[in-house]
Protein backbone atom coordinates (compact mmCIF):
# COMPACT_ATOMS: atom_id res chain seq x y z
CA UNK A 1 0.00 0.00 0.00
CA UNK A 2 1.01 3.47 -0.69
CA UNK A 3 0.41 6.71 1.03
CA UNK A 4 -0.81 10.43 0.17
CA UNK A 5 -0.58 13.50 3.15
CA UNK A 6 -2.93 15.87 1.82
CA UNK A 7 -1.13 18.86 2.68
CA UNK A 8 -2.87 22.02 0.32
CA UNK A 9 -5.15 24.57 1.30
CA UNK A 10 -5.10 27.85 1.78
CA UNK A 11 -5.10 27.45 5.74
CA UNK A 12 -7.66 30.49 5.23
CA UNK A 13 -9.02 29.76 9.21
CA UNK A 14 -5.71 30.61 10.59
CA UNK A 15 -5.04 33.45 8.63
CA UNK A 16 -2.75 35.67 9.45
CA UNK A 17 -0.21 33.35 10.09
CA UNK A 18 -0.69 31.12 7.12
CA UNK A 19 -0.29 33.99 5.02
CA UNK A 20 3.39 33.44 4.46
CA UNK A 21 3.32 29.47 5.13
CA UNK A 22 1.32 26.09 5.16
CA UNK A 23 -0.69 25.62 7.86
CA UNK A 24 1.08 22.01 7.48
CA UNK A 25 4.73 23.44 8.47
CA UNK A 26 3.45 25.34 11.92
CA UNK A 27 4.73 23.61 14.88
CA UNK A 28 2.99 21.49 17.13
CA UNK A 29 4.38 21.77 20.14
CA UNK A 30 8.19 20.88 19.59
CA UNK A 31 7.78 19.40 15.74
CA UNK A 32 6.25 20.33 12.51
CA UNK A 33 2.50 19.48 11.95
CA UNK A 34 2.92 17.48 8.71
CA UNK A 35 5.29 14.91 10.89
CA UNK A 36 1.96 13.35 12.54
CA UNK A 37 0.12 12.23 9.47
CA UNK A 38 3.82 11.01 8.15
CA UNK A 39 4.04 8.84 11.55
CA UNK A 40 0.77 7.61 11.04
CA UNK A 41 1.64 6.11 7.37
CA UNK A 42 4.51 4.60 8.74
CA UNK A 43 2.95 2.89 11.56
CA UNK A 44 0.55 1.31 9.29
CA UNK A 45 3.49 0.17 7.63
CA UNK A 46 4.06 2.37 4.73
CA UNK A 47 7.17 3.83 3.55
CA UNK A 48 6.33 4.97 0.15
CA UNK A 49 4.72 8.37 0.09
CA UNK A 50 3.47 11.14 -1.62
CA UNK A 51 2.98 14.63 -0.27
CA UNK A 52 0.79 16.72 -2.02
CA UNK A 53 0.36 20.59 -1.34
CA UNK A 54 0.66 24.23 -3.45
CA UNK A 55 3.26 25.02 -5.87
CA UNK A 56 4.53 27.68 -3.52
CA UNK A 57 4.84 25.48 -0.73
CA UNK A 58 6.24 22.58 -2.05
CA UNK A 59 9.90 23.57 -1.79
CA UNK A 60 9.66 24.13 2.14
CA UNK A 61 8.17 20.45 2.33
CA UNK A 62 11.12 19.14 0.18
CA UNK A 63 13.55 21.38 2.89
CA UNK A 64 12.05 19.76 5.21
CA UNK A 65 11.55 16.74 4.43
CA UNK A 66 13.85 15.53 1.40
CA UNK A 67 13.74 12.56 -0.43
CA UNK A 68 13.09 10.58 3.15
CA UNK A 69 15.76 8.31 3.14
CA UNK A 70 16.86 9.66 6.46
CA UNK A 71 13.45 7.71 7.93
CA UNK A 72 13.92 4.80 5.41
CA UNK A 73 10.89 6.42 3.42
CA UNK A 74 10.40 7.03 -0.67
CA UNK A 75 8.99 10.59 -0.52
CA UNK A 76 7.41 11.86 -3.49
CA UNK A 77 5.95 15.72 -4.50
CA UNK A 78 3.29 16.88 -6.22
CA UNK A 79 0.76 20.18 -6.99
CA UNK A 80 -2.50 20.97 -5.83
CA UNK A 81 -2.27 24.21 -7.44
CA UNK A 82 -6.31 24.87 -6.37
CA UNK A 83 -8.05 23.35 -3.17
CA UNK A 84 -10.53 21.41 -5.74
CA UNK A 85 -11.29 18.91 -2.80
CA UNK A 86 -10.23 15.98 -1.13
CA UNK A 87 -10.74 13.46 -3.87
CA UNK A 88 -8.78 14.98 -6.24
CA UNK A 89 -5.43 13.59 -4.55
CA UNK A 90 -6.37 10.47 -5.87
CA UNK A 91 -6.57 12.25 -9.46
CA UNK A 92 -3.24 14.30 -9.06
CA UNK A 93 -1.63 11.35 -7.70
CA UNK A 94 -2.92 8.52 -10.40
CA UNK A 95 0.65 7.40 -11.43
CA UNK A 96 2.14 7.56 -8.05
CA UNK A 97 -0.55 5.34 -6.72
CA UNK A 98 -0.61 2.53 -9.69
CA UNK A 99 -1.95 -0.74 -9.18
CA UNK A 100 -1.46 -0.34 -5.00
CA UNK A 101 -4.35 0.13 -2.47
CA UNK A 102 -3.82 3.58 -0.92
CA UNK A 103 -3.85 5.37 2.39
CA UNK A 104 -5.36 9.09 2.51
CA UNK A 105 -4.30 11.47 5.42
CA UNK A 106 -5.12 15.09 6.01
CA UNK A 107 -1.73 16.85 6.83
CA UNK A 108 -3.81 18.36 10.01
CA UNK A 109 -4.94 15.91 11.95
CA UNK A 110 -3.49 14.01 14.43
CA UNK A 111 -4.40 10.75 15.74
CA UNK A 112 -2.97 9.01 18.91
CA UNK A 113 -3.65 6.04 21.27
CA UNK A 114 -2.32 2.92 22.39
CA UNK A 115 -1.80 -0.34 20.00
CA UNK A 116 -2.58 2.43 17.01
CA UNK A 117 0.48 0.57 14.89
CA UNK A 118 -1.16 -2.92 15.16
CA UNK A 119 -4.26 -1.93 14.33
CA UNK A 120 -3.61 0.40 11.42
CA UNK A 121 -1.78 -2.31 9.74
CA UNK A 122 -4.42 -5.31 10.47
CA UNK A 123 -6.71 -2.74 8.79
CA UNK A 124 -4.52 -2.12 5.69
CA UNK A 125 -4.32 -6.36 5.71
CA UNK A 126 -7.90 -6.91 5.09
CA UNK A 127 -8.75 -3.89 3.54
CA UNK A 128 -11.91 -4.67 1.15
CA UNK A 129 -13.16 -1.58 -0.77
CA UNK A 130 -13.05 1.37 1.61
CA UNK A 131 -12.11 1.64 5.46
CA UNK A 132 -13.14 4.61 7.59
CA UNK A 133 -12.00 5.73 10.61
CA UNK A 134 -14.58 7.08 13.10
CA UNK A 135 -14.37 9.04 16.24
CA UNK A 136 -17.29 9.80 18.72
CA UNK A 137 -17.77 13.47 19.57
CA UNK A 138 -20.68 15.67 21.71
CA UNK A 139 -21.14 18.06 18.26
CA UNK A 140 -21.74 15.58 15.13
CA UNK A 141 -23.76 18.00 13.74
CA UNK A 142 -20.42 19.54 12.65
CA UNK A 143 -19.14 16.49 11.02
CA UNK A 144 -19.38 14.55 7.98
CA UNK A 145 -20.90 11.38 10.03
CA UNK A 146 -20.89 7.62 9.98
CA UNK A 147 -23.70 4.80 11.04
CA UNK A 148 -22.21 1.41 11.00
CA UNK A 149 -24.03 -1.85 12.54
CA UNK A 150 -22.68 -4.27 14.82
CA UNK A 151 -19.99 -5.39 12.74
CA UNK A 152 -18.39 -2.58 11.75
CA UNK A 153 -20.20 -2.42 7.95
CA UNK A 154 -21.12 1.04 7.07
CA UNK A 155 -24.56 2.20 6.79
CA UNK A 156 -25.14 5.39 5.83
CA UNK A 157 -22.53 8.54 5.47
CA UNK A 158 -24.12 11.90 6.33
CA UNK A 159 -22.84 15.64 5.87
CA UNK A 160 -23.14 17.59 9.05
CA UNK A 161 -26.34 16.53 9.67
CA UNK A 162 -28.89 18.19 11.47
CA UNK A 163 -30.29 14.96 13.05
CA UNK A 164 -27.39 12.75 13.05
CA UNK A 165 -27.66 8.93 13.22
CA UNK A 166 -24.79 8.04 15.35
CA UNK A 167 -22.08 10.46 16.87
CA UNK A 168 -18.86 9.23 15.11
CA UNK A 169 -17.23 11.69 13.22
CA UNK A 170 -15.69 10.41 9.77
CA UNK A 171 -12.11 11.33 10.70
CA UNK A 172 -9.05 12.43 7.99
CA UNK A 173 -7.67 8.81 7.58
CA UNK A 174 -8.84 6.96 4.37
CA UNK A 175 -7.85 3.32 3.03
CA UNK A 176 -8.76 2.22 -0.32
CA UNK A 177 -8.66 -0.33 -3.00
CA UNK A 178 -6.71 1.00 -5.94
CA UNK A 179 -10.63 1.13 -7.62
CA UNK A 180 -10.56 4.65 -5.93
CA UNK A 181 -8.49 6.15 -8.53
CA UNK A 182 -11.40 5.26 -11.45
CA UNK A 183 -13.72 6.31 -8.77
CA UNK A 184 -11.87 9.88 -8.05
CA UNK A 185 -11.96 10.10 -11.59
CA UNK A 186 -15.80 9.85 -12.39
CA UNK A 187 -16.61 12.22 -9.91
CA UNK A 188 -18.28 15.56 -10.87
CA UNK A 189 -17.73 18.98 -8.99
CA UNK A 190 -19.97 19.59 -6.14
CA UNK A 191 -21.64 22.77 -6.01
CA UNK A 192 -18.53 24.71 -4.11
CA UNK A 193 -16.37 22.96 -6.96
CA UNK A 194 -14.97 20.68 -5.13
CA UNK A 195 -14.32 16.82 -5.78
CA UNK A 196 -15.77 15.62 -2.94
CA UNK A 197 -14.36 12.24 -0.51
CA UNK A 198 -18.04 11.87 0.58
CA UNK A 199 -18.89 11.10 -2.89
CA UNK A 200 -16.10 8.20 -2.89
CA UNK A 201 -17.01 6.89 -0.01
CA UNK A 202 -20.79 6.67 -0.80
CA UNK A 203 -19.68 4.78 -4.23
CA UNK A 204 -18.15 1.94 -1.99
CA UNK A 205 -21.20 2.25 0.43
CA UNK A 206 -23.20 1.74 -2.45
CA UNK A 207 -21.43 -1.23 -3.47
CA UNK A 208 -21.44 -2.53 0.53
CA UNK A 209 -17.86 -2.68 0.39
CA UNK A 210 -17.14 0.23 3.06
CA UNK A 211 -16.31 -0.15 6.82
CA UNK A 212 -16.18 2.08 9.38
CA UNK A 213 -13.82 1.31 12.40
CA UNK A 214 -14.51 3.13 16.03
CA UNK A 215 -11.43 4.41 17.45
CA UNK A 216 -13.50 4.54 20.55
CA UNK A 217 -12.44 5.89 24.16
CA UNK A 218 -8.66 6.10 25.03
CA UNK A 219 -8.19 7.29 21.59
CA UNK A 220 -7.50 11.01 20.93
CA UNK A 221 -8.12 12.70 17.21
CA UNK A 222 -7.37 16.30 17.03
CA UNK A 223 -7.94 18.85 14.08
CA UNK A 224 -5.61 21.72 13.72
CA UNK A 225 -7.34 24.04 11.85
CA UNK A 226 -8.18 26.98 13.43
CA UNK A 227 -6.48 28.67 16.35
CA UNK A 228 -8.01 26.99 19.40
CA UNK A 229 -7.69 23.53 18.02
CA UNK A 230 -4.42 24.39 17.12
CA UNK A 231 -3.21 25.81 20.55
CA UNK A 232 -5.11 22.86 22.16
CA UNK A 233 -3.52 20.16 19.81
CA UNK A 234 0.23 21.41 20.98
CA UNK A 235 -1.06 21.69 25.02
CA UNK A 236 -2.45 18.60 24.48
CA UNK A 237 1.21 16.98 23.03
CA UNK A 238 3.29 18.69 25.49
CA UNK A 239 1.12 17.27 28.77
CA UNK A 240 1.38 13.73 27.38
CA UNK A 241 5.29 14.50 26.59
CA UNK A 242 6.49 15.56 29.60
CA UNK A 243 4.21 12.98 31.33
CA UNK A 244 5.17 9.94 29.84
CA UNK A 245 8.57 10.72 28.45
CA UNK A 246 8.00 9.47 25.24
CA UNK A 247 7.58 11.89 22.03
CA UNK A 248 4.26 11.67 20.15
CA UNK A 249 5.21 11.23 16.02
CA UNK A 250 8.83 11.76 16.46
CA UNK A 251 9.94 10.21 13.06
CA UNK A 252 13.52 9.61 14.10
CA UNK A 253 11.98 6.88 16.38
CA UNK A 254 8.73 5.34 14.46
CA UNK A 255 11.54 4.97 11.67
CA UNK A 256 13.52 2.85 14.26
CA UNK A 257 10.60 0.75 15.80
CA UNK A 258 9.34 0.06 12.21
CA UNK A 259 12.54 -1.47 11.16
CA UNK A 260 13.08 1.03 8.87
CA UNK A 261 16.41 2.00 10.36
CA UNK A 262 18.79 0.56 12.44
CA UNK A 263 19.64 2.10 16.05
CA UNK A 264 23.29 3.98 14.24
CA UNK A 265 21.18 5.79 11.65
CA UNK A 266 18.63 6.78 14.49
CA UNK A 267 21.60 8.19 16.69
CA UNK A 268 23.04 10.01 13.58
CA UNK A 269 19.38 12.00 13.00
CA UNK A 270 19.49 13.02 16.94
CA UNK A 271 23.26 14.51 16.61
CA UNK A 272 22.22 16.23 13.73
CA UNK A 273 19.76 18.44 16.00
CA UNK A 274 21.75 17.82 19.16
CA UNK A 275 21.18 21.70 19.98
CA UNK A 276 17.51 21.10 20.52
CA UNK A 277 16.04 18.61 23.28
CA UNK A 278 14.30 17.27 20.10
CA UNK A 279 17.56 15.67 19.24
CA UNK A 280 19.10 14.53 22.47
CA UNK A 281 15.40 12.67 22.73
CA UNK A 282 16.58 10.97 19.26
CA UNK A 283 19.81 10.15 20.44
CA UNK A 284 18.25 8.76 24.04
CA UNK A 285 16.05 6.18 22.30
CA UNK A 286 18.88 5.23 19.99
CA UNK A 287 21.50 4.23 22.74
CA UNK A 288 18.60 2.49 24.24
CA UNK A 289 18.00 0.31 21.17
CA UNK A 290 22.18 -0.37 21.05
CA UNK A 291 23.59 2.57 19.12
CA UNK A 292 27.61 2.83 19.35
CA UNK A 293 27.12 7.16 19.43
Known sequence: MKGIVLAGGTGTRLHPITQAISKQLLPVFDKPMVYYPISVLMLAGIRDILIISTPADLPNFRKLLGNGSQF?????????????????????????????????????????????SSRLQEEVAK???????????????????????AGGRLLSIEEKPA?????????????????????????????RGELEITDVNRDYLQQGRAKLV???????????????????????????EHRTGVRIACLEEVALRMDYIDADQCFELGRA?????????V?????AAGASG
Open 163 to 191: APRSNRAITGLYLYENSVVDIARSLSPSE
Open 273 to 281: LTKSGYGEY
Open 72 to 116: GLKLSYAEQPNPNGLAEAFVIGEEFIGDDNVALVLGDNIFYGQGF
Open 214 to 240: DLGRGFAWLDTGTHDSLLEAGQFVQVL
Open 283 to 287: MSVAR
Open 127 to 149: LDGCTLFGYPVTDPERYGVGEMD
